[in-house]
């Protein structure tokens, strides 16, 4: 084999690999894409609960105005309009203040006995375990496209073609402790 069919070859397989990795990268990043998708589905329902069980808390209760004023400013944010990384530190916030909202409702046992905020809680509860499922597959896809990225020698590539890591959508403390919500 003469030295240039040799350095075809190797100039070949180099090409090869790089588009390889280049494709593999792309799915990667589709696969991250779709994981967010389906997680902003649910972020988003749990976004258009929120106004209903303010509404229906303010005509109940004239306690912890503030709760109810942080839950409202959060939620006039334009969600659409919001990055996916935005959307994950939204919701961080969201579900944070809304702890803290459930525990303060849970005093008022005739807000807990009428029925509209019992299926709104039910359908919060629902959308929160959906939510947590969404956030463990959309965790994984990242991880794995994270750790593709940092490997040597794909890593390079990455940079050669500009892409960057993903944010893992991570529980706050406060989402680590248990709450008991009774209905």
Known sequence: ???????????????????SAYNKRISYRNYVREAFATMDVYL???WDLVPNLIELVKNYTQYE?????????????????????????T???LGQTLTKFVAVAEN???LKANQTYT???????NVENDIANARKYY???VREYNTFLDVFPTNIIGEMFGFRREKLFIAEENERTNIKVEL
């Open 139 to 141: 965790n994984g896809t």
């Open 1 to 19: 084999m003469a030295v240039w069919q040799f350095m075809l070859l190797f100039v070949l397989a180099i090409i090869g690999y790089l588009i």
């Open 119 to 125: 299926t709104l809680m039910q359908q919060l509860e």
């Open 108 to 110: 008022y046992p005739d």
């Open 44 to 46: 988003k329902k749990r």
């Open 65 to 89: 105005k503030s709760i109810l004023k942080e839950l409202t400013e959060i939620r006039t944010r334009d969600y659409q309009g919001l990055s996916a990384e935005d959307k994950i530190d």
């Open 91 to 93: 919701n961080m916030v």
